[in-house]
Structures are given as C-alpha cells and as structure tokens.
C-alpha cells in the first residue's frame, strides 16, 4: 500500500521544479522588459545582440545554434533589429543561401548603455552575485542534461 499523503505531495503547485522556474522566469522577463524598455529591445533581441557583441558577423542559424532558436524564429526578428539600424543583413558572397547578420555603429553603440542591464538585474534580485552565479552554473547544467538526446 503507498502512502496516498506522499503521492499527493507530489501533485502540491509548491512543490514542482517546473512551477519555480516559470514563476522565476515570469518575474525575470517583467524585470528584463522594463530594463530593456530603455534601450528599444525586446528580451529575444537584446539576446540576438548579446551574441553578436560576443562573437561580431555571425550567419543566422549560428545565431540559432548559440540561442537554440530555429532561422523562421529568428528571421523576423533580425529584420525587426535591421528596421530599427541595430544590425544588417547581407547574403554571403561564398554561399547565397547564408545570410550573415553583422552590428551596425547604432548596434554596437549600444553595448555602451546594455553594460548597466545586468548590473541592474543583480541588484534588483537582492542575491549576492556569487550565489547568481552558481545558481545560473546549476540552471545550465540541469539545461545540459534535460537537452540530452534520446
């Protein structure tokens, strides 16, 4: 016989893993639209900007690969930052099926002001950095091992 209290502990909104971090990431986006509200980008492009002042010219599906979107995810929204003069797009001169995405001078002036972002989402987490950066270790192992493929 199974301890029915147990069992439905398991079904208790407090106690899902899953619960948590929708909540959390409910609460980040709302803190990351208001950041970002400054800087005229929304969360997925401030994203596809991240990348491209890592990395700099980059096609569209690595673009992809280092956000883990798919190129009809990521088309319009890299014409929505060329419409604004962040970034620009080219077709390759080695192969024309490859768009390649590169920063504009807006673009990348303005990392100048996106460098204040993370700063303000630590503070406004009231965490010690060194805890959020466990914290975002532990989250991308657990990504790691949820991606593994079957």
Partial sequence: MTDRSADDSLL???????FALYSTQLAMNKLYRRLLNELGLTYPQYLVMLVLW?????????????????????TPLLKRLETHGLVKRKRSSEDERRVEISL???????????????????????????????????LNALRKKLNVED
């Fill in 104 to 138: 504009s001078e807006a673009g990348a002036a303005l990392k100048v002001r996106a460098r204040e972002v993370p700063k303000a989402a630590i503070c406004a987490t009231h965490c010690d950095p060194l805890a959020l950066g466990q914290l975002r270790d532990e």
């Fill in 54 to 74: 890592q990395h700099g010219t980059l096609s569209v599906s690595k673009i992809g690969e280092h956000l883990g979107l798919d190129s009809a995810t990521l």
């Fill in 12 to 18: 208790t909104l407090d106690n899902q893993l899953c």
